[in-house]
């Protein structure tokens, strides 16, 4: 059965997808650290992390496409999920770090000995395995959205009002965890790692390994949203974004596909966080700002919600952009930002690759029959003749949302 | 004159009219030892003040007086001692001029602290029996700051002979809290006093009880307890009232960021992300209006902020219609977009506000009528604070007003209820939308010009009401402005009386799972619409 769903999963675009994204991961550092500084091919270390934490927005952004996208759930809070599988891997690596910080405590972090703590509190405990610190950025998510969605869903919390509370639990945790009595490092976070499964996480060959172990998260990623989407559990998904009501009446626990599709895409966010961290060397609790969530909302949006593809392109895009933005013209940078969520939700609600496929269905129609032209958008038709767009929604299937 | 010239020629008059009536043994003795406080040590000079005190004349107040001021000295030149003021010199018993201090050769009679305030619990025994009521009232307040024996019979004879009610009270107190403090006085008179005291002693009447506590005999001590036990009580309640202010002080605040969101919310189904930033252009038309009149009309300062209010309701109203007009009418029906585009309208905002102003905050200035605070009863309320609430609840009374009273507003409910029904009945359901964008955004613009007041003036001002605004909007529901009214409130008093036990931080995340909570059994909120429109 499950040889049965994979193979379901490779269609034509997935087995693209993949097959690119593991070639990344293997030429990417190799052209790294085989091919010597200054010859062509050269790909320098800082680029190589650049796109390394690239490919953890874009398994984020997909994490969140998946919610979204195929489930209609907008939630304004995956950052959160992100920045827990985050700080699940910065606790691995502070323990890792041992006697060689400033204070030279073989167990406690700095920050405890800088707040005169005396002990290891009990949720650090266990941090210093690997194996626990994975688990742990896998099940700290999962478990938070699976106890949140429970209840949201279970309630029928819907629609804006469940874009709102994602916020205010994204922000609540930001203001938790800027508390030094937390015991995460307060305003400072966790930074100054040393070492990763006892390599030095500064070093090439561990950059390049980082690097490759995005792509591949990333690849499997891909793979299990792609054989979500396509079992029928996924089409279940996508009748709950298009008509909630009616799947329910259809006889289906609409609660419980969310719930499923809510808490898949947290682990996914929050390994996505976690192989974020030792690439940018820090974590604190600014990635929790709601600001930050509704920011992976737009990279989804940009590059096309409802497809595989789609948040991973916007993801690098927008983020491209923004690395060039903030260097050149920081000015100028939320202007676009602001600007690119306008023009992407009024000319572009499909975003990249709707467009594309629009700009191939117009091509491929060109050929089969010339004289018809394009139905022009519904809305603004709508809107022409005086119309009211917003009673439109209930006149025909909800539009993607 | 200076008040404590015309006392002392009060005094003097006294000490004239006491003496006559004391007979003249005790009037001679007077100035003899005046003068031999001249050449006495520390310690001689703590005899020649009680046998001062003892003669109950207050003729010798104004050389008290003036020792515990250091204004007592001795002329060299002759050995009399004499008081100096302002460069003068005067007889310490009569009062009259001797001569200028300039060109007498003058030792200061030096005295310690413990001496000092001897002097000082003489001098209240003696103006005690004052004729200015004022006076005898600071006596015995400052009695009662110095319990000592003596005083005791003083005060007694005085309560004896007071007839202003006011004095009368501080003069029993003053018994009262003397009582407690000594040690020799009868347990019954300790009773009575227990009362008094916590009933008159205000602030301290705590702190005097518990010292009294400590020695206290057991049937006494059970008084005392239960005596400081009320007055906690009572203490807590006002603790409590003070809280509740606060609550209210945020809850308006709250209140006056979130109504605006409530009704494009309420009859737009658009949640308006560029909320915030209303509210911030708002703060900085008061800043640029408090700028102009700096410059070219500082008298007319004061009423800034009226100026201020119609233009940031009209600039911020204007640029609500225009967004509504330009961006948000492509999208109904789409919500979450909308969500989208006006969190990147709000980014543009912030970021054009952060290229003219700059980043860091503006001074906005208070007004004098708003500067400052007030004492009602145990509460401290500062002016501004006090304004804003009432300005809320005249901005949530004119809402009610339009909503309910004019045309548009009878429009926007039936666009509430129900929007294809109102637009079959010939409601322009755009033109109602943009006007009530636009209000909605107005109503944010005169939240800033009050948040210009207690916040700081910087391009993240609205950024900080957002969450709390949307808090509000979920927790009170949709469609209903007193839902509003009641969910600020709410959140506002909530907030204030877990800050106390949970820290402000906290205190605030508390909140925020609380209403995840509420969420749960409420999704849509305190005072949802009832009816098919939900669903919609």
């Not at chain 2, 004119?398 to 294809?420: D, K, Y």
Request: hydrophobic residues 55%; aromatic residues 10%.
């Amino acid at each position: 059965m499950i040889t049965q769903a994979l193979l379901r999963a490779l269609d034509k675009k997935a087995i693209w997808l993949v097959a690119i994204l593991l070639a990344l991961a293997v030429a990417v550092p190799a052209a790294n650290l085989l091919i010597p500084a200054g010859q062509p091919g050269h790909v320098p270390t800082y680029i190589v992390t650049l796109f390394g934490k690239y490919l953890t927005y874009a398994m984020l952004a997909l994490a969140l496409d998946l919610v979204w996208g195929y489930c209609g759930i907008l939630s304004l809070g995956h950052g959160a999920f992100f920045a827990l599988g985050g700080y699940a891997m910065g606790m691995y690596l502070m323990r890792q770090i041992g006697t060689r910080g400033v204070y030279a405590h073989p167990t406690l972090p700095d920050f405890m000995v800088f707040l005169n703590w005396r002990e290891l509190p009990w949720y650090w405990q266990g941090f210093d395995q690997f194996w626990f610190a994975c688990l742990m950025i896998v099940l700290v998510p999962g478990l938070l959205a699976f106890v949140f969605g429970f209840f949201a869903f279970r309630s029928r919390v819907t629609g804006v009002y469940l874009s709102i509370i994602t916020q205010a639990m994204t922000f609540a945790l930001l203001l938790a965890f800027f508390r030094n009595d937390m015991g995460f490092g307060g305003n400072n976070g966790l930074t100054d790692f040393k070492d990763i499964l006892g390599q030095p996480v500064q070093a090439a060959t561990t950059r390049g390994a980082l690097f490759a172990a995005s792509a591949i998260a990333l690849a499997l990623s891909v793979l299990v949203c792609s054989m979500i989407v396509n079992s029928k559990l996924g089409k279940v998904m996508v009748a709950v974004r298009d008509a909630e009501s009616r799947t329910r009446f259809l006889g289906y626990r609409v609660e419980y596909v969310k719930l499923f599709a809510f808490t898949v895409s947290a682990i996914m966010a929050g390994i996505a966080g976690a192989l974020y961290v030792p690439q940018v060397g820090i974590i604190n609790p600014g990635e929790f700002e709601p600001a930050n969530s509704i920011e992976v909302v737009i990279w989804t949006a940009v590059g096309g919600r409802g497809t595989i593809v789609g948040p991973i392109i916007g993801a690098v895009l927008v983020n491209m952009g923004k690395s060039y933005f903030t260097g050149a013209l920081p000015e100028l940078w939320l202007f676009a930002l602001g600007a690119l969520f306008i023009f992407v939700t009024l000319f572009l609600p499909k975003g990249i690759v709707g467009l594309l496929g629009q700009w191939r269905d117009m091509t491929a129609r060109r050929e089969q029959a010339p004289a018809a032209p394009p139905p022009p958008a519904q809305a603004a038709v709508a809107a022409e003749r005086g119309e009211d767009p917003a009673t439109l929604g209930d006149v025909q299937p909800k539009p993607a949302e | 004159m200076r008040p404590t010239r015309s006392l002392r020629l009060i005094f003097a008059c006294l000490g004239l009219a006491l003496a006559l009536l004391a007979g003249p043994a005790r009037a001679q003795d007077i100035p003899g030892l005046i003068q031999s406080m001249g050449e006495a040590s520390l310690r001689e000079l703590g005899g020649i003040v009680e046998e001062l005190a003892a003669t109950g004349d207050s003729a010798v107040a104004p050389a008290l007086e003036a020792l515990a001021e250091g204004d007592l000295y001795v002329n060299e030149a002759d050995g009399r001692v004499v008081i100096v003021t302002r460069n003068r010199m005067y007889d310490p018993v009569t009062q009259e001029e001797i001569g200028p201090a300039a060109d007498a050769d003058l030792s200061r009679i030096r005295i310690n602290n413990s001496l000092r305030r001897d002097v000082a619990a003489a001098i209240g025994g003696l103006t005690l029996m004052s004729d200015n009521p004022s006076v005898r009232l600071s006596a015995a307040r400052s009695m009662r700051a110095n319990p000592s024996e003596e005083n005791l019979a003083l005060l007694d004879e005085a309560l004896a002979a007071e007839t202003d009610a006011t004095v009368r009270g501080a003069m029993e107190t003053a018994h009262a809290v003397t009582v407690l403090s000594l040690a020799d006085t009868s347990i019954e008179d300790k009773r009575a006093a227990v009362p008094v005291v916590a009933q008159n002693a205000g602030r301290e009447a705590i702190t005097i009880l518990n010292s009294a506590l400590g020695s206290a005999p057991d049937a006494l001590a059970a008084d005392i307890r239960s005596a400081i036990a009320g007055l906690e009580q009572e203490r807590a309640i006002w603790a409590a009232l003070q809280n509740v202010w606060f609550g209210v002080s945020l809850g308006s605040v709250l209140l006056l960021a979130a109504i605006g969101l409530a009704i494009t919310f309420g009859v737009m189904g658009v949640i308006n992300m560029a909320h915030g930033e209303m509210v911030m252009l708002g703060a900085y038309t008061t800043f640029v209006v408090q700028d102009v009149i700096r410059r070219n009309a500082p008298e007319l300062f004061d009423y800034s902020l009226a100026i201020a209010l119609p233009l940031a309701f009209l600039i911020t109203a204007l640029i609500g219609i225009a967004i509504e007009r330009g961006v948000i009418r492509w999208l109904y029906g789409r919500a979450l977009e909308t969500l989208l585009a006006t969190w990147g309208l709000s980014l543009i905002l912030q970021q054009t506000v952060r290229s003219i102003f700059g980043p860091t905050n503006r001074q906005v200035g208070n007004p004098s009528w708003m500067s400052g605070s007030f004492e009602f009863y145990g509460l401290a309320i500062t002016w501004n604070r006090f304004w804003i609430v009432i300005f809320a609840i005249a901005v949530f009374a004119a809402l009610l007003v339009v909503l309910n009273r004019t045309s548009l507003g009878l429009q926007m409910r039936a666009v509430t209820q129900n929007r294809r029904m109102a637009s079959a009945m010939g409601i322009r359901t755009p033109f109602v939308d943009a006007m009530t964008f636009g209000l909605g955004s107005g109503i944010a613009g005169l939240a800033g010009v009050a948040l210009s007041q207690i916040d700081n003036v910087s391009p993240n001002l609205g950024q900080g009401y957002i969450i709390d605004s949307f808090m509000v909007v979920v927790f009170g529901g949709v469609g209903n402005l007193w839902g509003t009214l009641v969910g600020a409130l709410t959140l506002g008093v909530a907030n204030k009386f877990l800050e106390p036990y949970a820290g402000a931080v906290l205190g605030k995340i508390l909140i925020l799972v609380l209403i995840i909570l509420f969420i749960q059994r409420r999704p849509r909120g305190l005072f949802a619409l009832k009816g098919r429109a939900v669903e919609s």
